[in-house]
T-cell receptor, first 114, second 116 residues
């Protein structure tokens, strides 16, 4: 299984500011995924990030709010822009496993917007 | 679009008792199904997965799940609960994202409490 790290692990931000979350995988992967887990809720896919192409966003998520970079096969960033308290969530990145359709997850970034 | 329903947002069992966490999926064809566990302040860990090889799937930490097509279910069980099993458990199904590649759709989760 892949080992995934995320930075920062948590942050408290003021509304109107932006935060960039980093995700690092210990092996090369074609796709990386970004999920949001709102307080007490399940995970919702924000976007799929392929290296060398624009990220694919799910319904309800837009690039201006959640710009994503994928500069190489082991790294991705997600920016949460112009934050509001409703953006307070855990943000997790993941990548596919090699043997099937499973995904492996990073430890998450716990974001609080005040 | 695929979806999963987890019955019971909270389940409480005694240590040593049977653990049963329920998951039903919506799909006309056998999907890929997964159970993940999330311990407090941690990411998700894959417990087990169903990929059509066998209907009874064994995972880590003594958990197993049985795929029942007739009931569209994929319930998670463990014969004897341990205090360390206290966590939130998510059932997930594979689906296609907006770009046509695979993604996971998660249920709302079931929080398991184990009482001494």
């Amino acid at each position: 299984s892949a080992v995934i790290s995320q930075k920062p692990s948590r942050d408290i931000c003021q509304r109107g500011t932006s935060l960039t979350i980093q995700c690092q995988v210990d092996s090369q992967v074609t796709m990386m995924f970004w999920y949001r887990q709102q307080p007490g809720q399940s995970l919702t896919l924000i976007a799929t990030a392929n290296q060398g192409s624009e990220a694919t966003y799910e319904s309800g998520f837009v690039i201006d709010k959640f710009p994503i970079s994928r500069p190489n096969l082991t790294f991705s960033t997600l920016t949460v822009s112009n934050m509001s308290p409703e953006d307070s969530s855990i943000y997790l990145c993941s990548c596919p496993g090699k043997t099937g359709n499973e995904q492996y997850f990073g430890p998450g970034t716990r974001l609080t917007v005040t | 679009a695929q979806s999963v329903t987890q019955l019971g947002s909270h389940v409480s069992v005694s240590e040593g008792a049977l653990v049963l966490l329920r998951c039903n999926y919506s799909s006309s064809v056998p999907p890929y199904l997964f159970w993940y566990v999330q311990y407090p302040n941690q990411g998700l860990q894959l417990l087990l997965k169903y990929t059509s090889a066998a209907t009874l799937v064994k995972g880590i930490n003594g958990f197993e799940a049985e795929f029942k097509k007739s009931e569209t279910s994929f319930h998670l069980t463990k014969p004897s609960a341990h205090m360390s099993d206290a966590a939130e458990y998510f059932c997930a199904v594979s689906d296609l994202n907006q770009g046509g590649s695979e993604k996971l759709v998660f249920g709302k989760g079931t929080k398991l409490t184990v009482n001494p």
